[in-house]
């Protein structure tokens, strides 16, 4: 996309009477149907100036017009998103993840959370893997690629356009190296452990930064007990346990490309005599299965897709749990993360007392969690608090 000019007009989006209200108090989002016009005729990811129905105005977005989300708010007011204010949201989302002490390996970006909504931006270490979400992304794409390299000088830049959430945006996937040259073997650096992982092929960004405070914590647990991980993707789970002096750690998951990295982080740590893994289907292996564990994690990919399928996706849930419940030693400990969009914390841990009410095992809650604070989320914008976690005791 180009820079706009300032004499250049950006399309209006009208909403209908009383519509603005929750857009004022910060949610950045406008649905189709508040809009009364001027959607009809936008392509896909254009810029758009945001009034109320007495023509104040509201904000500047990237609009859609094929979506439920019809514009994605940047800025209050009317100023334009150009490259100066790219690079000012980028600098103080890199700020930020300084002041926290986050090292070489974080979250940069968190889409709404900087005020950069569909653009996720990962660094590990020399690298970034950039995510874009949506059509107005793609197009401020050729924007914020050069303010990313100025502000990192990073050795390379994936582009990861390839999330399912393309597909409500009617868009196509793609993958490419859009700066410099991979590395042979990339690494991300966490705890002292290094983890394999892959920029181009990987689920997301190729690593899951947003359990890195939950890791510490299971390491931290681990000491002497024979630990589970189900759904351990590349071993983050597992690697962590074993470098907490685990007695056993196993992780299981149907992925045989995550697998193979998570042997090759092992070996790389000096933790293949604690460390296995195994491939299998989790709810299969924990039917299959009669052995007790004193730690269990669960880590499940979204089973929510959709507001459509949250019925289903927490009846899914629900068997999970109390399948692996009574795969905990009496008086050891769980812990369960979802990170689904549509089910709330409330409702994890209400299912969470379904399972163990259907078991009949106790369960008390120790504490509870989310993504780390390089994550962070929007109070007018819940769905940006997308990972729940529970540490749970059961009995």
Known sequence: ???????????????????????????????????????????????????????????????????????????RGRK???????????????????????????????????????????????????????????????????????????????????????????????????????????VAHEGGLEYRFDPVAGQKTGFFLDQRENRLRWRGLAAGHACLDLFCHTGGFTLAAAAGDASESLGVDSSAPALALADESAERNGLTATCRFERADCFDFLRASDRQWPRLNLDPPAFIKSRAKVKEGIAGYQRLHALAMQRVTPG???????????????????????????????VQILATSGAAPDHPTLPALPESAYLKSLLLRVG
């Open 332 to 362: 050891g400990l769980m812990m369960t993360s979802s990170c689904s969009h549509h089910l709330s914390l409330d409702e994890l841990v209400k299912l969470v007392a379904r399972a163990a009410g259907e078991v009949k095992r106790p």
């Open 1 to 75: 996309m180009k820079k706009l000019a300032a004499t250049e007009v950006l399309p209006v989006v009208t909403l209908r009477k009383g519509e603005g209200r929750r857009l004022r108090l910060g949610h950045p989002w406008v649905y189709s149907n508040e809009v009364a016009d001027g959607l009809k005729g936008l392509s896909p990811g254009a810029q758009v100036q945001v009034v109320d129905h007495r023509r104040g105005p509201i904000g500047v977005g990237t609009a859609n017009p094929h979506t439920l989300i019809a514009v994605r708010l940047f800025t």
């Open 80 to 186: 334009a998103v150009d490259g100066d204010l790219l690079g000012r949201r980028l600098a103080v989302a890199r700020e930020l993840r300084e002041a926290l002490g986050c090292g070489e390996t974080y979250r940069w970006v968190h889409s709404e959370g900087d005020r950069l909504p569909g653009l996720i931006v990962d660094r590990y270490d020399t690298g970034l893997v950039a995510q874009s979400l949506t059509a107005g992304v793609d197009c401020l794409w050729p924007l914020i690629l050069p303010a990313l390299v100025e502000q990192a000088n990073p050795d390379w830049v994936v582009l990861r356009a390839d999330s399912p959430f393309r597909t409500l945006e009617g868009l196509e996937s793609r993958v490419e190296v859009a700066h410099g040259r991979l590395p042979e073997v990339p």
